[in-house]
């Protein structure tokens, strides 16, 4: 499983509730985090590097647990390497499904808001919903920073929220995988009033059936990997406890 740094770990939070005696090995690209302002090009080359590389760790199924990846790169990946891909796109379809006011919000990254892929969804599965479009500038680096809560991190969330609250909207796709960690600050702007879609869930059974389907077994050996391409293994080590209740060791792997 892989991100652009420690957003997928809302992933991979769900996939190991899901399979809790699968091993799992999440790579976090942060030497190249943000993905967000990065071009289709350096996205797909990163996406190709981490793939080849975790096939090489003896992958058998592969979560691109980043939209923006997913977005880029998720075609060039089925193209080049012959493992089952599971990627994550934002929710637009299950929220815009589920709305009684008609208007929906989905949050992702500038590079996301503006793909094809969000075009398509928006065309196929949002119909007569309204979808506002909004990114969450700067929430990344926060997450990536461990500063779930802080003062700073609550404004720069305000400043996209606060905006919706007016606009009638019931439901908002999170559409970045960083996002969920900011959930209760969110949370706090909009009460119980409007819902959050997080497709990690929905991600997690993809990822079961698709093992079902190619008929891997559980090998019953719980052993969860974490590496990341910065130099300093030691921060992703220390945010591991914070963003998904656990410490692990972290590997530096820098892949250049
Ligand atoms: N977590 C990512 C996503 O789901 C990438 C964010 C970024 O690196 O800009 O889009």
Known sequence: MYDSGLGGLSVWRAVRAALPDWPITYLA?????????????????RALKVGHYLVSQGATLLVVACNTATTAAIAALRAELSLPIVGIEPAIKPAAAMSRTGRIAVLATEYTLASERVKTLLDDHAGDVDVLRRAGHGWVEQVEAGELSSERTRALVRKVVEPLIDENIDHIALGC??????????????????QLYD????????VCDLLRRHGCDSQGDRYYRFITTSDDAGEMALRLPQLIGHPYPVESQPLD
């Not at 995988?177 to 409007?194: C, K, N, Q, S």
């Not at 497709?199 to 993809?206: D, H, V, Y």
């Open 177 to 194: 995988t960083h996002y969920p960690f900011l959930a209760p600050l969110i949370r706090e702007v909009t009460g119980d009033g409007i």
């Open 199 to 206: 497709p990690a869930e929905a991600i997690a059974r993809r």
């Open 29 to 45: 690209d942060q030497a190249y985090c943000p993905y967000g302002p990065r071009s289709r090009e350096e996205i797909i080359a």
